[in-house]
């Protein structure tokens, strides 16, 4: 076996990165607050543990798969001590999409008790999870990158932005680009629709034009399907375009469109579907346009 790695929160992302680690030969130490997802995991050889904290006995690398910034503080730094129980020269790998103030924060309490700390939070949803084809947008010293890129590697192609922080803003980046696709292919095919053509010949129609996108390609058809099934929580979502606006604040730009589409993520929510994949956005165009929802 490889070298030991702890794993936090094995759920819709988490579960098939834990598995690929396990398949790749890494001895995996496990946690998830609902401890049934931990079952696939510990038949594939993984060790169950009671408490967040234990996965950091005799491991390198803590990997953190949580669902924000909060969560992550409380399980790293909070009642459950992950990081505490670190031992000194250890890496944690925070892979949540949380708030650049807090990974900048969370990387100087690390230091604190000698542990590394690295933010590489994935895009390419439960599919990319799945396949082991993840975006990974790597903040870390050089130093820190070389010694997780191979791990890394089994999960997807990582990539180093910069320092700490950097992996964050990367993220919001992408984020802000995927709500804003989202919204838009929404929007495109309700037109399609009202204006009497197939959404889905259309889609057909625009594969290896300039418009075509993995959105449009898999969202489209989720959209045609009427089947948000969540890869992506639509809340989410939304928490990360509020994360992207606030920081935008703080270096002092203005996001017109960004501030649109969250407006319509936070409608889509108060409406009821925010568990419902992202892509479910285009309910909410219809609400708007006094289209039935199915």
């Not at 700490?164 to 993220?171: D, F």
């Not at 489209?220 to 890869?231: A, C, S, W």
């Amino acid at each position: 076996m490889k070298l030991g790695v702890g794993f936090i929160g094995t759920g819709i992302m988490g579960a098939p990165m834990a598995l690929h680690l396990i398949q790749a030969g890494f001895s995996l130490r496990v946690w998830n607050r609902s401890s049934e997802k931990l079952d696939p995991l510990v038949a594939a050889g993984a060790v169950p543990c009671a408490h967040a904290n234990e996965v950091a006995e005799g491991v390198s690398i803590v990997i953190c798969m949580l669902s924000d910034g909060p969560t992550c503080d409380a399980i790293l730094f909070g009642r459950e001590g992950v990081v505490q129980s670190m031992a000194q020269g250890a890496t944690v790998v925070v892979m949540s999409s949380i708030a650049v103030e807090t990974t900048v924060d969370q990387a100087r309490r690390a230091a604190e008790f000698g542990v590394h700390y690295v933010d590489a939070p994935v895009s390419g949803g439960q599919l990319g999870a799945r396949n082991a084809t993840l975006a990974i947008m790597v903040g870390a010293s050089e130093g820190d990158f070389i010694s997780i890129a191979q791990l890394l590697s089994v999960l997807g192609r990582p990539v180093r932005v910069g320092p700490v922080g950097c992996g964050q803003l990367a993220k919001l980046v992408n984020q802000l680009i995927v709500a804003g696709t989202i919204a838009i292919v929404s929007e495109a095919l309700l037109l399609a629709e009202r204006g009497g053509a197939s959404p889905a010949i259309v889609r057909e129609a625009l594969a290896g034009g300039f418009a075509d996108s993995p959105i449009l390609r898999q969202h489209g058809q989720r959209m045609i399907e009427n089947d948000f099934t969540p890869g992506g929580p639509a809340k989410w979502q939304l928490k990360d375009t509020r994360n992207a606006l606030s920081y935008a604040q703080t270096v002092g730009l203005s996001l017109p469109v960004a501030s649109m589409v969250d407006s319509l993520f936070a409608d889509m929510i108060t409406h009821g579907d925010g568990d419902l994949d992202h892509s479910g956005l285009i309910r909410e165009l219809r609400r708007r346009n006094g289209i039935a929802v199915a």
